[in-house]
């Protein structure tokens, strides 16, 4: 399972993840803090998988999630959870080798997302 937190939103969001025994999942949650409490927001989106990697985009407003271990194995997909709740996939004519358990940041000054 994979964290992120929208400063925008003002909310913590884990997505995907596995079980001890490789269950995987394709869920999205948000963490409201001032309720103190989750809700599956029920977005369509990336298959179910763990060990994916994520992290938040500020000039998009976004989330960017990127490979993780799914049920066809390692992936190198690239998606957006936007503010409004949705996820996209991004397209590229270049992009790395399918991974998981990579890292992930986003440098604001760069704008770009390594």
């Known amino acids: 399972m994979a964290f992120f937190f929208s400063p925008s939103a003002e909310d913590f969001s884990p997505s995907g993840g596995g ?6 999942y394709d869920e999205t949650w948000e963490y409201d803090y001032v309720s103190n409490s989750w809700s599956n927001v029920g977005a369509a989106g990336p298959s179910a998988r763990a060990a994916h990697s994520m992290a938040y985009r500020s000039s998009w407003n976004a989330i960017v999630l990127f490979g993780g271990l799914t049920g066809a194995g390692a992936s190198q997909e690239t998606w957006k959870y936007t503010a409004l709740g949705t996820w996209e996939i991004q397209s590229s004519g270049t992009k790395p080798p399918a991974r998981r358990y990579a890292g992930l940041a986003h440098d604001t000054k760069d704008d770009v997302t390594i």
């Open 19 to 24: 079980s001890f025994f490789m269950t995987l």
